[in-house]
Each structure stands twice: as structure tokens, then as C-alpha cells.
């Protein structure tokens, strides 16, 4: 009897254990749990506090390494450096970090909707109250509703790019989020503190002001003439902003030169762009990096941000083949935001019921879900985070909860475990497309001691958005020409 017993056992172990692969494609729906590996997780945390800003010589090495790297000119290629791999933290512990985190965050989620409401609210251009002539901007003529000017900084991703001629190499924040490139320069009337030298415009062959009726300086924006030449203006609605004068100028990407791009050179400078010199905006707008390239695809790879491995932005590199696509929309009111054609959620392979309105742009240009590099967590309107929350922890019963932090609600104590069983959570696309997250881009370690928090967040703005913690380890690709999103798992 007890031989039958162990047989039946070994029979429905087998049964158990076999059966996931009986079927060569599963389909998405038979992905009802996944395993997080916590010990993974908490590790990471530790590594990342000892992690210590590059040093001079460090730049100087990478810079002769990356510079070395054969690539044909006509294929671009930059390295993505994540903010704690470049400028370490002055954060102790996780926690501590985690918060100033999330608070840098909401700012970020702030003012891509601020953006929203001013194209929307907007018009035309006229309605701008217009700026005083010949005079230097003041903070007081921005705007929009501007949050204090203390936020803890924008930008997430970064790459040493070259400026000028001879080429000044310098750090640059990278946003999807934006369309003007910009960078501090000389003379300053006000800039904050950078961790390579200001760029001097007259020390450059290639840096020519543009003037006022170049098709560059009608498509700001924000701008005003001053004896010809075109001033420029950006605001972005955390409190940080920068006026100048726009320009073009030589840029050197690796081994790469582009001439004549349109570039802000900005005397007026406010908000920590975490010592970064300036700004290149990966946007859709005419303005943006890749617009001005004629880019026909880009794409990213953004790595999990708590470990300082690099990885590259790269233009018009074939679009990858086998992925996951989704549409690329653009929001008739505003081009430069990414929105994506997401169509539903699932948990637990168990698609929620959510009205397929909660992800699309409406009439008015309210609404949609955008793909974005520099917001973290995916924010999502309130009664379809609510699904998801209550779908999560539905399939979370076994594991002990703990309260909330900052932006999350739905936390777990595992500081007893190394890992955990947790149900998948997936994006869903048109034709049946989905992609399946990595449950360390959905249950992530607030502190060292075993606390994780389901990273997703509601929104009240109507705008819905896609954050960098989901992307980690993705490479994103962007093809601009067909208007489609590939989601490749695991190239980075
Ligand atoms: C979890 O990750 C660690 C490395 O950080 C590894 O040694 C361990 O085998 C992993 N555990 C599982 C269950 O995959
Ligand atoms: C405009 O140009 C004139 C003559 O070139 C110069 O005297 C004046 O200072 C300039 N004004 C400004 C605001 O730069
Ligand atoms: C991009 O295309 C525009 C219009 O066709 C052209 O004027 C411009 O020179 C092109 N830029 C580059 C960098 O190829």
C-alpha cells in the first residue's frame, strides 16, 4: 500500500512537473505564477549603496574604450549610464534612497502632465503671455503651474556625449519625455553646478546662433527674437527650466559626428539636472534628437537600475524580429509624447475587465498610455490600478503583508524568505500580442531588510504612463516609420 502511495506521488509529481511543457507554446494565459528570487533582490540593494561615483580617471578610461569601439559613423550608438552608476548616492540606506526616489518621481509624473494640460489648454501660440523683448527671461515668466525648484533632481538615464568643436565631453540626461536639447553655457547668468566644465560657446568652430526666421526657431515652443538671433525657452514644470540662446552645434557620439544640430545653449539655468550639462530629448516632436537625425527607429535598453551595468541608445538599427509589438500612437494635440496601443492587463493569466477606454486618447487629447524612460513606476488611472492591485493581491494570500510606503500601497514582508511564488502580471496588446513582465519589475525591495512593494501606482491626471522599473532589462525599440513598439526581454 505504501509503494502505491509513493508511485501515485512520484506519478503526480511527475504530472505536475511535466505538464508546463507538454505544450511547446504555451499560450500566455498558462503563465499563472512566476518566482521572484528575494535573496536577488536584497543583494542588489547593498550592492548599490557601495557603489561609488566615477572618478575623473574612470571617465577618461571609458571615454577611451567607448571611443574605440569600431562602429560605422552611420550607425549611432551611445552608452546608457543609469544616475547611481554615474554619480553614486549620498543615500546610506535603501530606504532612504527608495524615497528620495519616488519623491523625484511624482515630479516626474507632474510635469509630463503639466506638459499634457498646456497643449491641450493651448490655443496657439499667442496666447502665451509674450516675453519682454531684449531683456533676459526671468523665472517669473514661465509657465504653468511650477512646483518649488527643490525637487531632487530629473533624469534617470545618462551618456557622455561630445559638444563643439574641438568636442567638450560632458554628461547628458536622456528623455523620451522631451523634445529640446539643450546644455549649460557660458557666460552663466545663473547655472547650477555641473560635474564637467561649462560649455564655452566661443571656444567652439561649429556653435552658430541660429536666427529668427530658421524653421528650427519658429518650431520652439517657447521663443523670442533678440537683435535676430533666437532665444529659446523651456520649462518643465517641476521647477526646473533653462533660457538661451538656440544654436547649432557639432555633436559627437562615440565615433559619430552630427552636424548642424539645433541646440539650446542655456545662461539661465535652474533645477538639478544631478550635474549633468544639459539635456537630449528623445521625444517625437520636430525638435528632438531623433527628428533632427532623420532617425527611422531608436531603441533602449534601460538596466535595472540598481546595479551600475551600462547599456546603449541606438538609432536606426534594424527593427528587431520575433518580439512583442505594440502601435505606436501620437496624440494629435502633442507629438512629443510615445503612447502605446495597450489594450488590457492580465494577472495570474487572467485577463481583468477593464474598458479598453482606460488606455486610449480621447477627442480632446486626454487620456492614452505613453511609454516613458524617466518616470519610474506606471502610473495608471485609479479604478484600473484598483483591478490590478486587487487582482495582485488576490493571488498574494500566502505571503505576509506590511504597510504601505510613499507611493504604494500593497506591501509584503519576505524577510523570511529567498524566494517567492507570485502571480505574473502582463501588458496586453492588439492581435493577441503580450508581454509578460519579470516579477522583479513588478514586486521590488523598498529597504534591505525584506520589504517589497507591488511597484505600480494610481493617477488622477487622465494620462497614463509606462515607467522605467517595468522596462528594466527590455530593450524598447522605436520604429518610427511603421509606428510600432518592439519589446525584446533580456537584450540588453
Ligand atoms: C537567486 O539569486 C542568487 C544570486 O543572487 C542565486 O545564487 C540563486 O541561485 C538564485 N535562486 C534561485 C531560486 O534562482
Ligand atoms: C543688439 O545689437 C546692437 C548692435 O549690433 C548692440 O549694440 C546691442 O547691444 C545688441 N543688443 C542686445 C540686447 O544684445
Ligand atoms: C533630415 O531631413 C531634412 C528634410 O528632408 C533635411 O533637410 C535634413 O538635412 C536631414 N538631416 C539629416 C541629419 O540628415
Not at 19 to 28: D, E, I, L, T, Y
Not at 141 to 167: A, H, K, M
Not at 178 to 184: A, G, M, Y
Not at 377 to 403: E, M, P
Amino acid at each position: 500500500m505504501a509503494k502505491m502511495w509513493l508511485l501515485l506521488r512520484l506519478f503526480i509529481f511527475a504530472f505536475l512537473f511535466t505538464f508546463p511543457f507538454v505544450h511547446s507554446r504555451p499560450s500566455p494565459q498558462s503563465y499563472k505564477t512566476t518566482i521572484l528570487n528575494v535573496s536577488a533582490s536584497i543583494q542588489n540593494t547593498f550592492n548599490l549603496l557601495s557603489l561609488h561615483p566615477k572618478t575623473t580617471q574612470a571617465f577618461t578610461e571609458q571615454e577611451h574604450s567607448f571611443g574605440s569601439v569600431d562602429s560605422p559613423s552611420s550607425k549611432l550608438s551611445l552608452q546608457l549610464q543609469t544616475r547611481t552608476s554615474v554619480w553614486g548616492t549620498s543615500q546610506t540606506d535603501y530606504k532612504s534612497l527608495i524615497l528620495a526616489r519616488l519623491e523625484r518621481d511624482s515630479a516626474r509624473v507632474r510635469s509630463l502632465s503639466t506638459r499634457l494640460d498646456l497643449a491641450i489648454k493651448r490655443v496657439s501660440k499667442s496666447d502665451l503671455r509674450p516675453l519682454d523683448n531684449g531683456l533676459e527671461f526671468q523665472p517669473e515668466d514661465l509657465e504653468g503651474p511650477i512646483v518649488s525648484g527643490s525637487s531632487q533632481g530629473s533624469g534617470e538615464y545618462f551618456s557622455r556625449v561630445g559638444i563643439g568643436n574641438p568636442p567638450s565631453q560632458v554628461y547628458m540626461v536622456l528623455d523620451t519625455g522631451s523634445d529640446v536639447n539643450w546644455l549649460q553655457c557660458a557666460p552663466c547668468s545663473d547655472c547650477y553646478q555641473q560635474a564637467d566644465p561649462i560649455f564655452e560657446p566661443t571656444s567652439s568652430s561649429s556653435y552658430s546662433p541660429l536666427t529668427c526666421d530658421t524653421k528650427q526657431c519658429k518650431s520652439l515652443d517657447e521663443s523670442d527674437c533678440r537683435n535676430g538671433t533666437c532665444l529659446y525657452e523651456v520649462s518643465y514644470g517641476d521647477g526646473s527650466y533653462t533660457v538661451g540662446d538656440f544654436a547649432t552645434e557639432t555633436i559627437t557620439l562615440g565615433s559619430a559626428k552630427v552636424n548642424n544640430l539645433a541646440i539650446g545653449c542655456g545662461h539661465t539655468n535652474e533645477g538639478l539636472f544631478v550635474g549633468a550639462a544639459g539635456l537630449l530629448g528623445l521625444g517625437g516632436g520636430s525638435l528632438s534628437f531623433p527628428s533632427q537625425i532623420n532617425a527611422t527607429s531608436f531603441s533602449y535598453c534601460l538596466v535595472d537600475r540598481d546595479s551600475d551595468a551600462a547599456s546603449t541608445l541606438e538609432f536606426d538599427s534594424p527593427f528587431p524580429q520575433n518580439v512583442v509589438t505594440a502601435s505606436l500612437l501620437r496624440n494629435p494635440e502633442l507629438d512629443t509624447f510615445y503612447y502605446l496601443g495597450l489594450t488590457g492587463l492580465s494577472v495570474g493569466g487572467k485577463l481583468l475587465s477593464i474598458p479598453e477606454s482606460a488606455f486610449k486618447i480621447d477627442e480632446t487629447g486626454n487620456g492614452g498610455i505613453i511609454i516613458d524612460s524617466g518616470t519610474a513606476i506606471t502610473r495608471l488611472q485609479t479604478d484600473t490600478y484598483n483591478s490590478l492591485r486587487d487582482a495582485f493581491v488576490k493571488g498574494t494570500q500566502n505571503l505576509v503583508s506590511t504597510s504601505g510606503m510613499s507611493l504604494f500601497d500593497t506591501c509584503y514582508d519576505l524577510s523570511s524568505k529567498s524566494s517567492v511564488q507570485v502571480p505574473t502580471v502582463s501588458f496586453h496588446f492588439a492581435d493577441g500580442k503580450s508581454l509578460r513582465l519579470p516579477p522583479k519589475n513588478y514586486l521590488i525591495p523598498v529597504d534591505s531588510s525584506g520589504t517589497f512593494c507591488f511597484a505600480f501606482a494610481p493617477t488622477t491626471s487622465s494620462l497614463s504612463i509606462i515607467g522605467n522599473v517595468q522596462q528594466q532589462g527590455t530593450r524598447v525599440s522605436f520604429d518610427l516609420v511603421n509606428s510600432l513598439v518592439g519589446f525584446s526581454p533580456d537584450k540588453c
